[in-house]
């Protein structure tokens, strides 16, 4: 059974930042795409940042220069850099990773249970 963690979240200031965590658990043989997304309150679910297996990053536009994704295979986990957060960034962050589990054919993609991140003074 394979398992996304997400860690991390919390109350902040603005300005202030956050390092949020994202570890994949289980039987799994290999993980591809990695990637973070985040649903504010009466929002639909967006984009943040994805992250291939090669370190391949690609950020949503009006994130760019914030957030910074990053990841370790050896862990297989993946993390997410959060500066100079804004009360817009408040959202609940979901992970999401396309995975190969021990034993099986083709990738399935799991999602996290997601992390409550709140920007306010």
């Known amino acids: 059974q394979v398992q996304l963690v997400e860690s991390g979240g919390g109350l902040v200031q603005p300005g202030g930042s956050l390092r949020l965590s994202c570890a994949a658990s289980?039987?799994?043989?290999?993980?591809?795409?990695m990637g973070w997304y985040r649903q504010g309150p009466g929002k639909q679910r967006e984009l943040v940042a994805t992250i291939t297996r090669d370190g391949t990053t690609n950020y949503a536009d009006s994130l760019k220069g914030r957030f910074t994704i990053s990841r370790d295979n050896a862990k297989h986990t993946m993390y997410l850099q959060m500066n100079s957060l804004k009360p817009e960034d408040t959202a609940v962050y979901y992970c999401?990773?396309?995975?190969?589990?021990?034993?099986?054919?083709?990738?399935?993609?799991?999602w996290g249970q997601g992390t409550q991140v709140t920007v306010s003074s």
């Open positions: 999401k990773a396309k995975l190969q589990g021990t034993g099986s054919f083709g990738f399935t993609e799991y």
């Open positions: 289980g039987s799994i043989y290999w993980v591809s795409t």
